[in-house]
Nanobody, 126 residues
């Protein structure tokens, strides 16, 4: 499995960015796909996750109402639309895939994800 994240950049507070993650190497029908982020000096934290098949999603409280996770099955691509960005959203953002049929309550656990893409840096200026 290969995951290639892109779309990061520099944006002013209140602005928007859309991250993409191109997935290849496997059929992802039973997978959960997620986004995590890691700010300098901090632990990597959960942002959002979505079932590749079906409509279930989950968000961290800190991004709920501002970020939207989605996927395009035909393009094998995962997205994260980020609106109303804040300086606290500044971090390296990572996409990840969970092949272990985790339950919804486990989706926020970093340890459940067995494939990771490289990070894409998002910087939000005040």
């Amino acid at each position: 499995v290969q995951l290639q994240a892109s779309g990061g950049g520099l944006v002013q507070a209140g602005g928007s960015l859309r991250l993409s993650c191109a997935a290849s190497g496997r059929t992802f029908s039973s997978y959960v796909m997620g986004w995590f982020r890691q700010a300098p000096g901090k632990e990597r934290e959960f942002v959002a996750a979505i079932a590749w098949s079906g409509s279930s999603v989950r968000y961290a409280d800190s991004v709920k109402g501002r970020f939207t996770i989605s996927r395009d099955r035909a393009k094998n691509t995962l997205y994260l639309q980020m609106n109303s960005l804040k300086p606290d959203d500044t971090a390296d953002y990572y996409c990840a895939a969970d092949s272990s049929r985790s339950t919804w309550s486990e989706w926020a656990r970093r340890s459940r994800y067995d494939y990771w893409g490289q990070g894409t840096l998002v910087t939000v200026s005040s």
